[in-house]
């Protein structure tokens, strides 16, 4: 709910590379009869394994990208370097988006109206919410230097112009 796949979208698009959500992945699979057994955790709102998410993911990592909702944790983060720098493209840089928490769960209850995604409920929304908190200061500190922290109140248009101000997009 902080606007992390709207504004992913749109950079992406601006860059001319993919788009690679974590959440959409661990959704799509489980609306393909879920072959990677994701259901129990997306819906209980914990994390899913890292070799099912590597699974999903990696395959889709090129040499350009703009990842949506990965790394959650510094293991993630750290093996995320790896694959990239064998493949001969390192992460050039981390972003993320602050805000309140209320503005968070004002948004989470829009979007669960909306979308009406399983993962949106109340219960799940503030699990995930509570994780996320749990790990965001180490991996802010294992990306240190490539770190970028953007104000992720207001209007999406507004929002994007301060990530692209952040990130040095002309």
Same mark, same amino acid.
């Given at each position: ?46 994390? !899913?394994?890292?070799?099912? =998410?590597?699974?999903?993911? @990696? ?14 944790? @510094? ?24 805000? #309140?928490?209320?503005?968070?769960? =004002? ?11 399983? #993962? #949106? ?10 994780? &996320? ?8 500190? &294992? &990306?240190?230097?490539?770190? @970028?922290? !953007? #104000? ?6 507004? !929002? ?11």
């Amino acid at each position: 709910a902080s606007g992390k796949g709207t504004q992913g979208s749109r950079l992406a698009a601006e860059l001319g590379v993919p788009h690679l959500s974590s959440g959409h992945l661990l959704r799509r699979s489980m609306d393909r009869g879920d072959p990677f057994g994701v259901r129990p955790y997306v819906l209980a709102g914990e994390k !899913v394994p890292d070799p099912i =998410v590597e699974a999903l993911l @990696v395959p889709r990592l090129g040499p350009g990208f703009v990842l949506d909702g990965y790394p959650r944790s @510094v293991t993630q983060a750290a093996r995320l370097d790896a694959i990239l720098e064998r493949e001969g493209h390192p992460l050039d840089a981390a972003l993320e988006l602050e805000l #309140d928490d209320e503005i968070l769960v =004002v948004r989470m209850v829009l979007r669960s109206g909306a979308e009406k995604r399983s #993962d #949106d409920r109340p219960d799940v929304f503030l699990r995930r919410l509570e994780m &996320y908190r749990r790990d965001a200061e180490e991996l802010r500190g &294992y &990306y240190d230097g490539r770190l @970028v922290r !953007v #104000d992720g109140s207001g209007e999406p248009s507004e !929002v994007y112009e301060r990530i692209r101000s952040a990130l040095g997009i002309a």
